[in-house]
């Protein structure tokens, strides 16, 4: 092999805003609708601030509304479900989405379950959980849409392919593994509880790690020619006492024995707000009935 491909996330978020920023100009000249987001704060948290500004930047280049709600960490639950409440009466509004984590004193699963499900741009609804599992049309969360889209550069048909997904939280393993049943992939999922994992790993065409440990997949768990789309984003010391992001895969192993394989940075975290931005135009036309070909 002489090296895998490097997939850009990058490029290819950016080429997937430039797409939604097309759909929305449309949206706006044939139906005089412009999609709107709102993203709920609660408390302090300086990365979820950080996180917050660069999809309210994001949300307007896309030439959609962006709503900021900001509130202190001293917020109650019940003060909380009356925000969102105000929000899906809210006709400007078609996308929601509260930056998790919450404070502690705040049962996140309520608070998921209180947005219409037809605002709810992060796909963690139940209702469009349990849509998702039973292969009707849903919102999707976006890292693993991004996974998908990532995956399909590379190979555009995924039928038939061996895929393995290390990891099952709810926000990436487990629909991530919905999408891959969905393009009809034949799915592995493995977990912490998982026994042989470099044996389960190494059947994989198509490895999508979604863990949380630093560099935890070598050379000898990749099939060769496997695609691998590595979800980590791990902080660890780097030279001259500074940090620096590195993934679940060891990519410089990796990259020897993969057919394609995304880097961190630059892969799968770039697609995340991208999917946002594509949900909630896709939240905002079928609000609307409205057929729209992103
Ligand atoms: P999570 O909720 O902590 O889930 C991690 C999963 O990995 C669990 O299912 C766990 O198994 C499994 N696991 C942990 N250690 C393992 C091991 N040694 N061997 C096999 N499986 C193991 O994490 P998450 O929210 O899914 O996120 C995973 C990673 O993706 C993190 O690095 C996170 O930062 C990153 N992430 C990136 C983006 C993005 O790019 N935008 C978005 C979300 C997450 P059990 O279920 O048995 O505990």
Known sequence: MSGATIIDGKA???????DVAASVERLGREHGVMPGLAVVLVGDDPASHVYVRNKDRETRAAGMASFEIKVPATTTES???????????????????V???????IDSGRIIEAIDPAKDVDGFHPINVGRLASGQPALVPCTPLGCIILAKSVQANLTGLEAVVI????????PVAQLLLAENCTVTIAHSKSRGLPEIAAGADLLIAAVGR???????WIKPGAIVIDVGINRVPGEGGKSKLVGDVHFEDARRVARAITPVPGGVGPMTIACLLRNTLTAAAARRGIALAI
């Open 12 to 18: 290819i978020a950016a080429g997937l805003r430039a």
């Open 214 to 220: 630093p560099e935890l997949i070598r050379a000898d």
């Open 79 to 97: 003060e909380l479900l009356a925000i969102i409440t105000e929000l899906n009466a809210r006709d400007d509004v078609d996308g929601i989405l």
């Open 167 to 174: 990891g099952r939280s709810n926000i990436v393993g487990k």
């Open 99 to 105: 930056q998790l984590p919450l404070p502690p004193h």
